[in-house]
């Protein structure tokens, strides 16, 4: 499977936000994530790189 | 391997930009995607959808 994980990436901290990650949608000002389980999470973020063959995904977060 | 296929989706139309895509990287008012290969192709479009366990990468095409 290429499910990929999901990291918001700030200066060198990396933080797990979901593992198992499928499909993400652009919705408004973030980002849809939903994983292989169907479980969706909503998060005020831009992509920030993906690395797909490493099975990475950075988000960088939006401030409200 | 976890490439995926990049497509400009525009209405019921799928036309295929680039094969085994590993990295996908935001920059200024595009994205630059790297092919398994470290071929590099810029477009300008932003990300559509992922769905990663399709190995699909949808874009949209933005205008000049």
Redesign the interface.
Known sequence: ????NAYIRSGQQEELILEN??????VGDGLLLED?FGHRKHIKA????????D?KIYLEKLED
């Open positions: 499977m290429c499910e990929a990650v499928d499909r993400i949608i652009p292989i831009r992509i920030q790189e993906l690395s797909l063959v099975h």
